[in-house]
């Protein structure tokens, strides 16, 4: 059986596991209403089918428009904000450390773009 040295997961049903975890699978038709599982899937139903999801329709994705992108990043990062606070005990470590994966994130980005257009 695969066994990693330390947990992969910090939050939810298999927090602190080392192996994998049986029947942690299919939980969101539980836990998800149906309008939040079909809101879910208008957007990126797409991907979810790629990777072995199944979906209830096979329409194309719904494009998030900017405002609502803006508020689901915002909510995203405050989350984010949240859990690095209580991951290293005190905000202005936890917004270096979000900083810091920023500008990993965008070292990265800029690299793939640039990259993109010399070809």
Same mark, same amino acid.
């Not at 879910?40 to 139903?45: H, N």
């Given at each position: 059986?695969?066994?990693?040295?330390?947990?992969?997961?910090?939050?939810?049903?298999?927090?602190?596991?080392?192996?994998?975890?049986?029947?942690?699978?299919?939980?969101?038709?539980? +836990?998800?209403?149906?309008?939040?599982?079909?809101?879910?899937?208008?957007?990126?139903?797409?991907?979810? +089918?790629?990777?072995?999801?199944?979906?209830?329709?096979?329409?194309?994705?719904?494009?998030?428009?900017?405002?609502?992108?803006?508020?689901?990043?915002? #909510?995203?990062? #405050?989350?984010?904000?949240? #859990?690095?606070?209580?991951?290293?005990?005190?905000?202005?470590?936890?917004?270096?450390?979000?900083?810091?994966?920023?500008?990993?994130?965008?070292?990265?980005?800029?690299?793939?773009?640039?990259?993109?257009?010399?070809?």
């Amino acid at each position: 059986m695969l066994s990693l040295k330390k947990p992969s997961e910090n939050l939810g049903d298999t927090k602190g596991e080392i192996s994998i975890v049986k029947d942690n699978y299919g939980k969101w038709r539980e +836990r998800l209403t149906p309008a939040r599982a079909a809101r879910i899937e208008a957007i990126c139903g797409s991907l979810m +089918r790629e990777i072995g999801y199944e979906t209830t329709h096979d329409r194309p994705d719904k494009r998030l428009l900017g405002l609502e992108m803006s508020i689901y990043k915002l #909510f995203d990062g #405050f989350n984010l904000l949240k #859990f690095n606070t209580r991951k290293e005990g005190n905000p202005l470590r936890a917004l270096h450390w979000m900083a810091k994966a920023m500008r990993v994130a965008r070292s990265k980005h800029d690299d793939a773009s640039g990259s993109k257009q010399q070809s």
